[in-house]
T-cell receptor, first 113, second 110 residues
Framework: DGGITQSPKYLFRKEGQNVTLSCEQN?????MYWYRQDPGQGLRLIYY???????QKGDIAEGYSVSREKKESFPLTVTSAQKNPTAFYLC????????????FGEGSRLTVL | DAKTTQPNSMESNEEEPVHLPCNHS???????IHWYRQLPSQGPEYVIH???SNVNNRMASLAIAEDRKSSTLILHRATLRDAAVYYC???????????FGGGTRVLVKP
C-alpha cells in the first residue's frame, strides 16, 4: 500500500547527541515536510522540500537539518544545537500544489534524557 | 501569511451536527481554505478544502462566507470517532506550505 513511513516511532537520546529521523514515501509525491508538535500545541513547520536536491527553512529550522537526495526520502537530523528537542515529529508529503492533500506519517516521538 | 482564529474547544452530542467556525479576516483572493483533523497520537488527516464556493465530501461540508473572511466546517452527524483537534489553515497561491495553528478540540458526548 502507498503511504508515508516514519522511523523510529519512539527514540530516546542523551543531551549533546545528534539523532536522525527517517521519512520515506512511496506516493511519488514531489513535496515533503517536517513538522514539530509539543504537547497540547499545534504543528510548527521545520523544513520543507518541493523537489529533489532543494529544501527551504520553515518557521523553526534552528537546530535541525535535512537532505533531499531522493524523491522518496526526506530525513531530519535533530542536532545538539536544538535547545529543547523533546517533541513529536511528523513528516508529510503531497503532490505539490496548494490544492493537494497532505498525507502524514504516524510520527516519531523523541525524548531527550 | 494570513492567520486564522478558531475557538479552543467545542462540545457536541453524538449524532448531532457540529459547526466549527474559523475567522480569517486577512485572507487574500488566492488563498485556499484547508481543514485537517488530528486524532490523539496520530498525524493529521485531510478533511476538506475550498476557495470560494461551498464544498461537500463524504466527511464534511465547508461553508465559506461571501466575503471569504470566515468559514465553517460542518460535521453533519457527530460520532465518537469525530472527537479530534480540527485545524483551519490558509494557503496562498504559491502553494509552498501549510501552517497549522492551535485548532479547535472537539469533544463528542454519547
Amino acid at each position: 500500500d502507498g503511504g508515508i513511513t516514519q522511523s523510529p516511532k519512539y527514540l530516546f537520546r542523551k543531551e549533546g547527541q545528534n539523532v536522525t529521523l527517517s521519512c520515506e514515501q512511496n506516493l511519488n509525491h514531489d513535496a515533503m515536510y517536517w513538522y514539530r508538535q509539543d504537547p497540547g500545541q499545534g504543528l510548527r513547520l521545520i523544513y520543507y522540500s518541493q523537489i529533489v536536491n532543494d529544501f527551504q527553512k520553515g518557521d523553526i529550522a534552528e537546530g535541525y537539518s535535512v537532505s533531499r537526495e531522493k524523491k522518496e526520502s526526506f530525513p531530519l537530523t535533530v542536532t545538539s544545537a536544538q535547545k529543547n528537542p523533546t517533541a513529536f515529529y511528523l513528516c508529510a508529503s503531497r503532490q505539490g500544489s496548494n490544492t493537494g492533500e497532505l498525507f502524514f506519517g504516524e510520527g516519531s516521538r523523541l525524548t531527550v534524557l | 501569511d494570513a492567520k486564522t482564529t478558531q475557538p479552543n474547544s467545542m462540545e457536541s452530542n453524538e449524532e448531532e451536527p457540529v459547526h466549527l467556525p474559523c475567522n480569517h479576516s486577512t485572507i487574500s483572493g488566492t488563498d485556499y481554505i484547508h481543514w485537517y483533523r488530528q486524532l490523539p497520537s496520530q498525524g493529521p488527516e485531510y478533511v476538506i478544502h475550498g476557495l470560494t464556493s461551498n464544498v461537500n465530501n463524504r466527511m464534511a461540508s465547508l461553508a465559506i462566507a461571501e466575503d471569504r473572511k470566515s468559514s465553517t466546517l460542518i460535521l453533519h452527524r457527530a460520532t465518537l470517532r469525530d472527537a479530534a483537534v480540527y485545524y483551519c489553515i490558509l494557503e496562498g497561491a504559491a502553494g509552498n506550505k501549510l501552517t497549522f495553528g492551535g485548532g479547535t478540540r472537539v469533544l463528542v458526548k454519547p
